[in-house]
């Protein structure tokens, strides 16, 4: 049974063409309008953005390999000094869309740029720890974890319904095993398909090594695994309990201590943030990952809220700074923009720390308003509850902001639950799915790139001494992120 299911779905996916990213169709075209000044480098890091892309390139390739190719080509660089620039362009300039195939299917596109985004992050840890190991041919490593969840890609492209139904059952129950679910629903895993597909498409025999998942007792095959594993388990949420069996098996490949272990991951995570405008609206919210400072040990490592003062003051000291000498992190992934810049990101991810291990909000989030007025979840920080904040876009009306006082010039404002003038009820239906009684607290921010809420709740009613905590590394972010318009000062609605 499992063999003829995978056979008939090799069958079903060599007839079909492989689509890829909107934004990769857009970036080759810009690509292509310079292609007598550009190298085969700048393509390859275009390509390796998409997973798909990538996929398709090597089975190009593979048709026209000769004879005379005594090994194979295992990089996308090396296949486009293989074919030639031009060459490369003519041979993708029919690609097909994603948007094409799922055609406005919402559930499909959001489930298969959540395993892209994925793909993406876990190939950039790998590339990472093989610098480290000082591997020569890094991006053999990077494609295998770019790949590495190519199954489950193709299903949501051509069988949504089925993949969301293994995602489905594995959300209502944390406890199964995404391998059982999958022999379930299908007949057979999502690896064994994987690597029927490698096989069937012929591509190099390098890469079906290290996409083996029973194949991990080799250093690079083993990188590859644990890639894909932390870029999975951390897409439920930093504190994910299964993120600390990474670390150590992470610690184990590279060396170091584990503290150093958590600030290169905290690096190789922001930079894989940078990547999420590539993905397009559709992408999921990411979860920014801890600061990684250990100022204050015990609350950081700690699941859950926690209230630091230390924890509270150094977010705070890192804020104010110039980011100079003395703050390692800083330094090191705060300035990882051009011409060392600091990262949007960055600061964002110190600040939802913060509002978490130091003020103890179990919930915070930092949303993106649209021109439309909906404000979309881009990034998530706190408990894994804070995944209810990225269900949907949120509308923001008049009701919402009348919250900023009556002018609504305040740039903090205070929900105050149950106590508040502004009943529930009078709150957009989509915020009252996830809103307590608790109240929340939002913080408006303006950036270069438009408008944002920074948002925040917990398991308790919200304190005045929460409330001058928040809005204090609120307005500290909103200063950093270049808005010169910010006040120093910051007043609680009345």
């Not at 000094?81 to 499909?108: H, K, R, T, Y």
């Amino acid at each position: 049974m499992t063999t003829e299911n995978v056979e008939a779905w090799i069958s079903k996916l060599s007839a079909e063409s492989i689509p890829v990213l909107p934004q990769s169709l857009q970036r080759l075209a810009q690509l292509r309008a310079r292609a007598e000044y550009i190298r085969p480098r700048d393509i390859s890091q275009a390509v390796l953005h998409d997973p798909m892309l990538t996929l398709s390139v090597l089975r190009l390739l593979r048709l026209q390999r000769t004879d005379r190719m005594l090994t194979d080509i295992t990089t996308v660089e090396h296949a486009v000094m293989m074919m030639g620039v031009d060459p490369f362009f003519e041979a993708f300039s029919d690609l097909q869309s994603i948007d094409q195939v799922l055609n406005g299917d919402a559930v499909a596109m959001n489930g298969l740029m959540a395993v892209v985004a994925r793909a993406r992050h876990a190939a950039l840890h790998a590339r990472e720890w093989a610098r480290l190991r000082n591997d020569i041919e890094s991006d053999e490593v990077i494609i295998a974890a770019l790949l590495h969840d190519l199954a489950e890609m193709v299903l949501w492209c051509f069988a949504p319904r089925l993949a969301e139904q293994i995602e489905n059952r594995l959300l209502a129950d944390s406890a199964l095993r995404s391998t059982d679910v999958q022999f379930e629903i299908l007949g057979f895993r999502l690896n064994e398909l994987e690597l029927a597909l490698v096989k069937s498409w012929e591509l190099p025999a390098l890469l079906t090594s290290l996409l083996d998942d029973y194949r991990v007792d080799r250093p690079r095959a083993r990188n590859v695994m644990l890639a894909v594993e932390l870029a999975r388990h951390a897409a439920q949420g930093w504190e994910n309990p299964a993120v600390a069996d990474d670390l150590r098996g992470i610690q184990r490949l590279i060396g170091g201590s584990l503290r150093e272990v958590r600030q290169r991951i905290y690096a190789t995570a922001l930079e894989a943030v940078r990547d999420h405008d590539w993905y397009g609206q559709q992408a999921p919210a990411v979860w920014l990952p801890p600061y990684p400072v250990a100022v204050d040990e015990e609350a950081e490592t700690r699941a859950g809220a926690q209230s630091s003062r230390l924890v509270l003051e150094h977010a705070q000291r890192v804020l104010e700074s110039d980011f100079e000498d003395g703050f390692w992190s800083s330094g090191r992934t705060l300035r990882m923009g051009p011409e060392g810049k600091v990262l949007m990101h960055g600061l964002i991810a110190l600040t939802l720390h913060a509002l978490y291990k130091g003020v103890a909000f179990s919930r915070c989030g930092y949303f993106v308003i649209d021109a439309s007025g909906q404000a979309r979840a881009q990034y998530l920080g706190g408990s894994v509850a804070s995944s209810k904040l990225a269900v949907a876009p949120l509308p923001v009306n008049d009701t919402l902001l009348s919250l900023f006082g009556r002018a609504g010039d305040k740039p903090v404002a205070w929900w105050r639950g149950r106590d508040d003038a502004t009943p529930v009820l009078s709150l957009p239906d989509a915020w009252q799915r996830f809103v307590t009684s608790n109240g929340f607290l939002l913080a408006r921010i303006t950036t270069p790139h438009g408008r944002g809420l920074v948002y925040a709740d917990g398991r308790r009613a919200v304190t005045e001494s929460q409330f001058a905590n928040f809005q204090v590394l609120c307005n500290l972010l909103q200063v950093r992120l270049g808005e010169s318009s910010a006040s120093p000062h910051v007043s609680r609605r009345r």
